[in-house]
């Protein structure tokens, strides 16, 4: 047993670089207002960083909840995983100073005093590193999306809008179904809206190239030419069709209920106090959706 005064001699041996993990270990919680969790993009290794931080979110996926840091060396592409594990260690210990991931002592490696004095961690992924990695998959998803234009959710579009006529007909609509309808209706035409603006996006580029030869570009453009085509067909088609159901919603007065119904079931679980104010939002948010939709396939 150590006595009052070995303690303090224990401590001073312990390796100055284990002390300052522990001291980034014990840092701060990033709050909401805090990026640092982005910080490891704009600093040396920045490569290591995103592989380190990848193989924590493929972890997640199979529910592994902590990770070692050898667990994180072998995961990472053999062409560029550093030379040693204690550069993926440092690495680590940088993610979790930056708030991206929790260290927490490796309890089960401890054997004996020397151990204790040698600590070594286990890491996990912190809500905030979490939802950094998530916003970077966003970010890389839209920059390499090139978009297309997509007739089948001209067809779910009718689909929904069918239903939330059937719905809205009943003496009293279900709230589960009309909240489904609107959810699925919303989204369908979101993936339509994106991905046309991706693919004009993408035209774009795909035009301002300077060398690409007369001959395959004459070929790409009759490709492009009957693509466009097929997709205008449906769109006068079924366009025509979404505009007579949406008209048919609104003339009506049937919509304003259906939104309201919708509101209310996404502000359930506010609490009471911001109960009110959180259905409010909602609609507004609702009704700038079905503006939205109606302006794209009705005119005038």
């Known amino acids: ?3 009052d005064g070995d303690r303090g001699s224990a401590q001073d041996r312990q390796p100055v670089h284990e002390r300052n993990r522990e001291a980034a270990v014990r840092g701060p919680v990033p709050s909401s207002a805090d990026y640092s969790p982005f910080a490891h993009l704009t ?3 920045a ?3 995103r592989q380190v931080m990848r193989t924590f979110l493929a972890a997640k996926e199979r529910f592994a909840v902590h990770l070692r840091p050898e667990d994180v060396y072998a995961a990472l592409e053999a062409g560029s995983r550093p030379s040693d594990v204690e550069a993926v260690t440092k690495a680590l210990d940088s993610l979790v100073g930056w708030g991206n991931l929790r260290a927490d002592p490796d309890h089960a490696r401890v054997t004996a005093v020397e151990d204790f004095y040698r600590r070594r961690f286990i890491y996990q992924l912190t809500r905030a590193g979490e939802a950094a990695e998530a916003a970077l998959g966003a970010y890389d998803e839209v920059l390499g999306r090139r978009g297309e234009l997509q007739a089948v ?4 579009i009718v689909t929904q809008l069918r239903a939330l006529l059937v719905i809205a007909a009943q003496d009293e609509p279900d709230p589960a179904k009309a909240y489904v309808a609107l959810s699925v209706l919303t989204a369908r035409f979101t993936d339509l809206a994106d991905n046309a603006r991706a693919f004009m996006g993408s035209l774009q580029r795909t035009i301002d190239l ?3 030869e007369v001959e395959a570009f004459l070929a790409y453009k009759d490709r492009l030419i ?3 085509e097929r997709f205008i067909q449906d769109l006068i088609t079924l366009g025509g069709r979404i505009a007579l159901l949406i008209g048919e919603l609104e003339d009506q007065g049937r919509v304003g209920p259906l939104l309201r119904i919708a509101a209310a079931r996404e502000a359930v679980d506010a609490s009471p106090d911001d109960a009110e104010h959180a259905e409010a939002v ?3 948010r609702w009704a700038d959706r079905w503006s939205g939709l109606a302006q794209w396939f009705v005119s005038g």
């Not at 959710?153 to 779910?156: F, W």
């Open 43 to 45: 600093v040396p290794n």
């Open 226 to 228: 009957q693509y466009l």
């Open 47 to 49: 490569p290591l960083y």
């Open 210 to 212: 300077h060398d690409i």
């Open 282 to 284: 909602a609609y507004e």
């Open 1 to 3: 047993m150590l006595e």
């Open 153 to 156: 959710a001209l067809h779910d």
